[in-house]
């Protein structure tokens, strides 16, 4: 059973999802300071903070203001976006490239690795041959 914890936590994937999310959470961090500082004074610009601080667009509802923060939906769009970027060109690109190399050292091309499946037209084309084929059906 240890060896089986083991083997698990030494596979790569393992290892690269927990570096993943830990250097995911580090950048969210600093992208949401950075949105903080530049990208909500600068949306502060065009529309005023409620009371609460809140930046947004503001519409008078029935029990008063109503503050829609345009500033944190932009924050978290940001935040997304740098991460899965980031994740993306560190993590994901060198993955796909190591890959790549142990394949080409082992001899393997991707056409080895995944057989290709007949089209649509190509599988209706053999069914037609094959009722071509079959001998007439005679009346009973």
Do not use: C, H
Request: zero cysteines; proline letters at 6%.
């Amino acid at each position: 059973m240890i060896q089986g914890f083991k083997e698990f936590i030494l596979r790569g994937n393992v290892i690269d999802l927990a570096v993943a999310v830990v250097i995911g959470a580090a950048f969210t961090a600093v992208v949401t300071a950075i949105v903080s500082s530049i990208i909500n004074p600068f949306i502060a610009l065009f529309w005023k903070p409620d009371e609460n601080g809140t930046i947004g667009i503001t519409v008078n509802g029935l029990w008063g203001p109503v503050t829609f923060p345009i500033g944190d939906l932009i924050n978290a769009i940001i935040a997304f976006l740098a991460v899965a970027i980031v994740v993306y060109f560190v993590f994901v690109v060198p993955m796909n490239r190591l890959k790549e190399r142990a394949a080409a050292k082992a001899g393997l091309t991707q056409a080895d690795e995944e057989p290709q499946l007949p089209t649509e037209a190509e599988l209706l084309v053999q069914i037609r041959d094959l009722l071509a084929q079959q001998p007439p059906a005679t009346k009973v």
